[in-house]
Every structure is written in C-alpha cells, then in structure tokens.
C-alpha cells in the first residue's frame, strides 16, 4: 500500500476524535473518507498531511515512517473547502507560491505553473486576481497550487462544498480525470455521499472517529455492511421489527410483513430492515396478489418530479414509504392506490446492534 495508516488515534483532552484506524489506499487509488460532522474526517486528513500529530500509531508513505516528519517534508498536498488563495497575488503567482517556498529555480516555476495553467484550464487568468474568478475557476486554482508541488498524494478536504450543484458535478468529473491522469492518490473528505459515489474507487465510512467499513463504492452502497452505512448511504425505508420462528422473515411494526432472501436472524430477536427507495416497485393496484409478504398496498400521497426519475410518497397506514420510479415507467397520480413490491435480496437486514444478519 502506497499510504498506511496504522493503529492511528488522535485524542482532544477526553474525546478520541480517531480512534485505531488502520488502512492502507494503494497508489493509483480515489478514496473518500465519507461520514457525518464530527466524525473526525478532517482530522484523519489532517493527521495524514502532517497538520496534526497522532497520539498513537504510525502514518507511512511510500514505504518511509512519516509520523514525525513536518507536512513540507511528506510530499502530500491539501485542498481546502475555503480554496485559501492569497486575495493580492495573480493566478499565476498563487500557483508559484508554492514552488517559490521551495526555492526552485525561476525557469522550473514558470514551467511548472504553465503545466497546471494547462492540465486545469485556467489559460488566459493567469493575471487576474482571485475576487476576480469564479467559484469554480478559484477552485481550479485551489486544485492546482496543490498540484504544481507535484505531490505523491493529493488531500482535499470537501473542496466542492462552496460550490452550486451543477458545477459540482462538473467539478466531480474534473477531479476525478485528473486523478487518473496522474496516477496518484487522492484521498476525498465529505460528507456529501453522491460526491464520495460519484468519484471513488473506494470509500471509508468514518463515524467516531472510526472506520466503519472501507470498500469499493459499488459494495458500500449496495451490501451496506451496518445499519448506519444502510442509514446514511443512498436513501431508503427502515423497518424495525422481529424476526420469526425461521429467522427468515421480519413482521415490521409497521404491519408490512418483509421475507429476507437467508434465514440468519435469531429467532424472536429485534431487527432493522432497510430497502432502497430505487427498490420500491409500483404497480396499480389490483395487479397481481395484493398481500403477501414483501408486498404493501398502499396510496400515493405526493408525487416530486426530478427529471430522469419521479419521487413518490406513499402512504401505508400510520407511516410513509419513499419510492424512486423512472420517469420511463408508468406513472402515478396522488390519490391513487398502489402496490409497492420488492425481492428478498432488495432488503439489507441488521440485528439489534446493527450488524449484518442475513
Ligand atoms: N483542535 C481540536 N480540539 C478539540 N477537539 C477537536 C479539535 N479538532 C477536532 N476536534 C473534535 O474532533 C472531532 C472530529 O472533528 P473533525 O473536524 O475531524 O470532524 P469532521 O468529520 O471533519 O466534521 P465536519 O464534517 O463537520 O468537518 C469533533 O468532535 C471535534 O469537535
Ligand atoms: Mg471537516
């Protein structure tokens, strides 16, 4: 692995804001470390840059103990949310910054800056202050007086959160080339989990101060591996309830009855069940059997257009259900009475303690 992380724990007076995290990204790698305020993302990043000091266990880049090297010596960069460019220096002298605290001689700064002026699309800025851009070319040049050192890994600490969705997006693209163009590491904090899925090779779930699971993006999403992954990773309906004699089958308080696709809950013991709201099948009501296990008739309370695809709430008794239909398939009006159906293996079901059950 190209970074290590190992046994590494940051206590604040009686809070560990990290607590014995161990994990390795190898060198061609994007990584989010995605989890909620507080969860100590920052920190991690920051004990990684050489910003902060652990106060147990040992950082490694490319095979050297760093743990006691200051930040400048590590050969990682940071990008900030707040991009921190000096408001009175020009684009190109924000991007020489860097290199002129190295003392490189003038000839390699000036073929340095040109090579991020280039590879970031910011020709013709180069003489324009930063209250001069906009947010989306300050972030550009945020990224590239990170790169002009070129770093053998680049950190940045949720660098989109000041931007609008749509530049988000582009900038999401953007970042994402730019990685794999470099072949280097980049390591993504956010807690924003369409940017940590839209980007990632992998993804850390970081709640605590701990890593809650570290997997590709495809497997954190669609086998969440805890209750709080399933909870916090795409949007979906929970279901509290107990499991049956088989331990196969879940009656939610609710009254919907869910069969999960293995026998693996305790017989009689609490359980949360959650099922994507992409999972949500609709059909009119009528179609087919209408009860059943894994079937909920119910009535569509609101109807919100998104575009590609429409939102559905729906009203199932005391409670609400979320489904997410295309725009493609039949659509339904408020009012109308549907079937919401889904297979056993559309359900992520946890224990009480909201491991993995089944
Ligand atoms: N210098 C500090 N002194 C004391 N406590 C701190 C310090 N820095 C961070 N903490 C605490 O450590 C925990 C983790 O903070 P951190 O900034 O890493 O969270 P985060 O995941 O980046 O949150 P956010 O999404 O809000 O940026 C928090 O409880 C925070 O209050
Ligand atoms: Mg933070």
Redo the contacts with the bound molecule.
């Keep these: 692995m190209y970074i290590t992380l190992d046994g590494v724990s940051r206590q604040?007076?009686s809070?560990w804001?990290i607590d014995r995290v161990t994990m390795g990204i190898a060198r061609n790698e994007f990584v989010s470390l995605l989890?909620?305020?507080?969860?100590?993302?920052?920190?991690?990043l920051r004990i990684i840059a050489g910003l902060e000091r652990p106060s147990q266990g040992r950082v490694l880049i490319d095979g050297v103990d760093v743990t006691e090297l200051p930040p400048h010596k590590r050969g990682v960069a940071m990008v900030f949310q707040e991009f921190l460019l000096f408001p009175h220096r020009t684009v190109w002298e924000n991007l020489a910054f860097p290199l002129r605290m190295l003392k490189l001689p003038a000839a390699e700064i000036e073929e340095r800056v040109r090579w991020v002026v280039g590879i970031l699309s910011l020709g013709g800025l180069e003489k324009r202050y930063p209250n001069q851009l906009s947010g989306g070319q300050q972030q550009r040049v945020a990224l590239g007086r990170g790169l002009v050192g070129r770093p053998k890994a680049l950190l940045l600490d949720?660098p989109l959160a000041n931007l609008d969705r749509e530049l988000r997006q582009e900038m999401e693209v953007e970042i994402r080339r730019h990685q794999t163009a470099l072949g280097i590491p980049f390591i993504y904090?956010t807690?924003n989990q369409e940017e940590a899925l839209s980007m990632s090779d992998r993804i850390a779930v970081?709640r605590r101060?701990r890593i809650e699971d570290f997997a590709a993006r495809t497997e954190i999403y669609d086998r969440p591996k805890t209750a709080f992954i399933a909870q916090f990773v795409g949007r979906s309906n929970r279901f509290e309830g107990t499991a049956d004699a088989g331990g196969n089958r879940l009656a939610t308080r609710c009254g919907a009855r869910l069969a999960l696709p293995a026998p693996g809950l305790t017989p009689g013991s609490p359980a949360l069940a959650f099922i994507k709201n992409e999972k949500l099948r609709l059909d009119a009501a009528g179609t087919g059997a209408a009860s059943g296990p894994n079937r909920i008739a119910c009535t569509v309370k609101d109807v919100i257009l998104r575009g590609a695809y429409a939102d559905y709430i729906l009203a199932f008794g005391e409670r609400e259900l979320n489904a997410s239909r295309p725009r493609s398939e039949r659509s339904f009006l408020a009012g109308e009475p549907v079937l919401a159906s889904f297979a056993p293996g559309d359900i992520d079901v946890f224990d009480e303690k909201g491991e993995q059950a089944a």
């Design positions: 604040y007076g809070v804001a989890g909620p305020s507080g969860s100590g993302k920052t920190t991690l949720e904090v807690h970081v101060g």
